[in-house]
């Protein structure tokens, strides 16, 4: 008998980050260890814990028995904190604005089904973090990539987006900073976005701002602050700033400065109570995180600037690597200077996972046109490790050097 056919929409997608998991999970059965600098998780490497009074806010709400089934748009006392901490950013965010999700991920399957119709495009970064990819096709869609330019710290290459602009771009996505490059957009930049977008009526912007609160150029802004005419969907959570991505909690806040998002918002609101809720527990700790002390950033921060600091150094020294030292997130986009690697990034991956042990993200997996020749590396853990994966990483490359 034949197997039963698979949808095409799923047999279509592909996920970089986790699909280089599969080979390592075989070598650490067979007894080996692996450094794993390819998971954007915090709470994969030690020293970086979500913060304790979140927890014990989770912990208290599963106490008090708060297992029920939250209010489809979130619990109104999150939904009001993050609305607060969204006008503290700069702009009018009302309670009604702001909707919770399962995390910024099911926040744009929400977006992408409530806006695109086949033939609709979103142009996104490239390279970028694969959903936005992966997503729009299930609905018809396709996702076009705009350049961030290598050469210039992936700053964003705004005659690429004013040639690829046109009126079937429903969505025009940032992600700032970005993953997996690390580059923080100003508000300059974002202003230059904003009056792209403006002349295309059906324009709207999808700002993932995951990672403001890993912003070490102090430069980065927020875009539905910025925008007085495009209305912005941001999106946020508990992942990367607040330190837990397992909660799976993160949010949507809609900015509509021309009041023209009336009947999108009636479909988000369709689409989440058909879904159910965010988890309830959960829930209460993010409330905890947003309106608790946040003096324990500024020494996880720290952290993470001196692990920066040391990849940025170490690459520095290897000769095969080249990176621009990212102003935010926890990543850092490698160029593969040899043009062996470089002609086959996924290779190298690979290649370096099997003999050293080391497992990265391979660049086309970002992108396979912007992307490819490079590789992401995630600098969240210690200095001891890094310096270990920077040897091997070292020893590899000298050991295949082609030259
Ligand atoms: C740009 C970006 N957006 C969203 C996410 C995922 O967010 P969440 O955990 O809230 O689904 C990630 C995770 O790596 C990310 O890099």
Same mark, same amino acid.
């Given at each position: ?20 998991? +599969? ?12 450094? @794993? ?14 913060? =304790?009074?979140? $927890? ?7 106490? *008090?028995?708060?297992?029920?089934? =939250?209010? =489809? ?15 503290? @950013? ?10 919770? !999700? ?38 018809? #869609? ?21 040639? @690829?602009? %046109? ?35 059906? !324009? ?16 980065? +802004?927020?875009?539905? #602050? ?46 989440? *109570? ?36 040391? !990849? $940025? ?20 986009? +490698? ?9 086959? %990034? ?29 590789? *992401? ?27």
């Amino acid at each position: 008998m034949t197997d039963i056919p698979v949808a095409e929409r799923a047999a279509n997608i592909e996920y970089a980050i986790r699909d280089v998991v +599969v080979p390592a999970t075989a070598l650490e059965a067979a007894g080996h260890e692996i450094l @794993k600098l390819n998971i954007g998780d915090p709470i994969a490497y030690p020293g970086l814990p979500t913060p =304790s009074h979140m $927890v014990t806010a989770f912990q208290e709400s599963l106490g *008090r028995g708060e297992t029920g089934y =939250s209010n =489809s748009y979130g619990l109104p006392e999150l939904r009001e904190a993050i609305a607060a901490d969204e006008r503290r @950013k700069g702009w009018a965010c009302s309670t009604d604005d702001v909707y919770v !999700c399962h995390g910024v991920t099911e926040a744009l399957q929400i977006i992408f089904a409530a806006t695109l119709e086949a033939g609709d495009k979103v142009l996104a970064p490239g390279p970028h973090y694969p959903p936005y990819m992966a997503y729009p096709q299930m609905y018809g #869609a396709t996702t076009v990539e705009y350049r961030l330019n290598a050469e210039e710290g992936w700053r964003i290459d705004f005659d690429d987006i004013e040639a @690829k602009m %046109d009126d079937d771009v429903r969505l025009l996505v940032l992600i700032n900073p970005n993953n997996p490059t690390g580059n923080v957009a100003g508000r300059d930049e974002i202003e230059r976005m904003v009056a792209i977008a403006e002349r295309h009526p059906n !324009c709207m912007i999808i700002a993932d701002e995951i990672y403001d609160g890993l912003d070490f150029t102090g430069t980065q +802004v927020s875009a539905a #602050a910025v925008s007085n005419t495009v209305p912005v969907l941001t999106l946020n959570g508990v992942s990367k700033v607040f330190y837990a991505p397992g909660w799976r909690i993160g949010y949507l806040a809609i900015h509509d400065p021309t009041g023209r998002m009336g009947a999108v918002q009636d479909g988000i609101e369709r689409l989440l *109570r058909c879904r159910l809720c965010a988890s309830t527990p959960a829930q209460m700790g993010h409330l905890a995180g947003i309106t608790g002390n946040r003096d324990w950033m500024e020494d996880y921060t720290t952290r993470l600037l001196a692990q920066r600091e040391v !990849c $940025v150094d170490r690459i520095a020294h290897i000769e095969g690597l080249e990176v621009q030292s990212p102003g935010g997130a926890f990543y850092m986009f +490698v160029r593969l200077t040899d043009a062996h690697w470089a002609a086959d %990034d996924k290779q190298f991956v690979l290649d370096l996972l099997h003999e050293e042990h080391v497992l990265l993200v391979h660049g086309s997996g970002f992108s396979p046109e912007m992307g490819a020749g490079h590789f *992401r590396l995630v600098f969240l853990p210690g200095v001891d490790v890094l310096h270990e994966a920077f040897d091997r990483i070292d020893r590899f490359l000298q050991r295949h050097r082609t030259v």
